[in-house]
């Protein structure tokens, strides 16, 4: 896992150093005030985009469970949200840290995708020995099985083994 944190010069301490990772992480995830103030809600708290923008430029005061939900709406690890400053836009890190994001949002989506093809890989072998089975069964009984009683398999639309599939940007 990519460690995004940069350790900063000047250290920022408890509530700055939340407001300042807050804004920060915020922006490089591309979310408004009013999106983090929605995830919040739905992780229980009653958050507004007003309340996100004070904690940000420090006028309110953010609560232990807020800092909490508030790295879980950011899906940053608690601990360092609370304990180490992310490079702002000015910093000589910000554009390895901008990368470090990419990196692991890229890494989450290649785990999601990896997971699901071992699924479908686990789904499509037991349906395999389930037909294999059958098929056993039914020559036991003296029925024949051939290769054309195997179920036709149709690409997923287009899917790069779809024939019917233009190539892109040929339009529709």
Excluded: C
Aim: charge should be negative.
């Amino acid at each position: 896992m990519v460690n995004l944190m940069v350790h900063r010069f000047k250290p920022l301490e408890g509530e700055a150093l939340v407001a300042h990772n807050l804004k920060v992480l915020r922006k490089a995830a591309r979310l408004s005030q009013e999106d983090v103030a929605e995830r919040m809600t739905r992780l229980g708290f009653k958050f507004h985009q007003t309340q996100v923008a004070k904690i940000e430029n420090g006028t309110r005061p953010v609560r232990f469970d807020e800092v909490i939900g508030l790295a879980k709406a950011l899906s940053v690890p608690a601990a360092n949200f609370m304990t180490e400053a992310v490079a702002g836009p000015d910093e000589p890190d910000y554009e390895l840290q901008e990368a470090g994001f990419a990196l692991q949002a890229a890494q989450v989506e290649w785990r999601t995708a990896h997971d699901i093809e071992q699924g479908a890989k686990a789904r499509m072998d037991e349906a395999q020995r389930a037909y294999d089975e059958v098929a056993a069964r039914l020559e036991a009984q003296g029925i024949s099985v051939t290769l054309d009683n195997e179920p036709e398999w149709y690409p997923a639309p287009n899917s790069p083994w779809d024939p019917l599939r233009k190539p892109p940007g040929t339009g529709r």
